[in-house]
């Protein structure tokens, strides 16, 4: 084992963070704690180098890194630290053995959490030889190279269906077919939440129960995610009056990460589903739209209908007003189903592509596990 602090430089004191409205528009990356968050006109690193989330990182996530890999030319704010690897130490084994590091015990912060650079000297990790070094990050390569690849796949079936969609029926802006419209209110019902004093507390959720309660990371831009669940008691969701989803109803986000849509059909395994306040329930009339057709639909607008909610809130919100003037294409029933079915055939593919992803996720997580504990 070996503690950072001896076997990287770190270049921290090189870094120089510039605001939003000091940045001057470039080709070089300006890096955070988590990533790319700009392009600028200058540099200040040019090397192989490893960047560990400072603050504001995703510490304590199962999924989400807190250190990544930057080559070249680039630009640190003083929310990530510099590691420069030393001639014993790869560089990408170095990202690896980092990404996932558990700093429990290191971050400090109640609102904010920080690894400062004291902590981050004493960090260790295991130092086999170089050689060896170098195989595992080729073994780890592969493995994350064939899951960009699946999840590239996923991407092409999504942008496959969408303009599918443009060539049968047009868009809304300028609806060349000349199909009829309507309101999202006129072809659904917009169903909140209970928000009033029964809504749960903390202490009123749990890993068990009755009813599953909705958070925001069950509603994803690809739909229902079960990895995080929250429940409550038959009891509890008795007390609640709105909310409870039907099957055939669709979930969408409407705070913080707006326009996530979900779809309730009979192969969400579960029967008791509530949303939280940051969702609502569209319930379809079928005499008019089909629910796969709306989300496809909806997905398209999605850009626009963001460009419409007033900024500068703290959390973004997409309100019910908002909602009701937002306008569909509506073709006939028999086109909607036609449409309906090609996105079946597409789904099959996209649910043999994520099981291979899945599986080589589930590989890499092992792997992981297994050179770095």
């Not at 995080?228 to 509890?236: D, L, N």
């Not at 192969?267 to 589903?273: I, K, L, N, S």
């Not at 309100?319 to 028999?334: D, F, G, R, V």
Request: hydrophobic share 35%; aromatic share 8%.
């Amino acid at each position: 084992m070996a503690r950072l602090g001896d076997v990287c430089e770190i270049l921290d004191s090189k870094r120089v963070p510039i605001t939003a409205t000091e940045r001057q528009p470039g080709p070089y990356p300006y890096y955070g704690a988590n990533g790319v968050q700009d392009f600028v006109a200058d540099y200040i690193f040019d090397d192989e180098l490893v960047l560990l989330a400072e603050d504001g990182g995703n510490f304590g996530s199962k999924d989400k890194p807190i250190a990544y890999r930057v080559s070249g030319k680039c630009w640190v704010n003083n929310h990530a630290h510099v590691l420069k690897p030393k001639k014993e130490l790869d560089v990408d084994y170095l990202c690896y053995s980092l990404m996932f590091y558990d700093v429990t015990g290191l971050v400090n912060g109640a609102t904010r959490q920080k690894l400062t650079q004291a902590d981050m000297r004493k960090m260790e990790i295991p130092l086999p030889p170089l050689d060896e070094q170098r195989k595992i990050a080729a073994v780890l390569d592969k493995v994350s190279g064939l899951i960009s690849k699946r999840r590239q796949q996923l991407d092409k079936l999504d942008e496959l269906v969408k303009s599918r969609f443009i060539e049968i029926y047009g868009v809304i802006e300028n609806n060349p077919f000349g199909l009829p419209t309507k309101s999202m209110v006129e072809i659904c019902q917009i169903i909140d939440g209970d928000r009033g004093t029964n809504y749960p507390k903390q202490e009123d959720f749990s890993e068990n129960g009755y009813c599953l309660f909705l958070n925001a990371k069950n509603v994803t831009s690809k739909g229902f995610s079960f990895d995080t669940c929250m429940y409550i008691t038959q009891e509890k969701d008795n007390q609640l009056r709105k909310g409870k989803l039907a099957r055939g109803d669709v979930v969408l986000t409407t705070r913080g990460t707006i326009g996530n849509l979900a779809f309730y059909d009979d192969f969400v395994p579960y029967d008791h589903v509530r949303i939280n306040s940051g969702m609502v329930i569209l319930r379809m009339d079928r005499t008019q739209m089909l629910e796969k057709f709306f989300i496809e639909q909806f997905k398209m607008q999605l850009s626009s209908i963001k460009e419409k909610i007033a900024s500068g809130s703290a959390q973004p919100q997409l309100p019910i007003s908002t909602m009701n003037k937002i306008k569909l294409l509506l073709p006939p029933i028999e086109l909607q189903q036609q449409f309906v079915v090609s996105i079946e055939q597409t789904d099959k593919s996209k649910l043999a592509i994520q099981k291979s992803l899945q599986k080589l996720e589930t590989l890499k997580k092992a792997l992981m596990q297994k050179y770095f504990g």
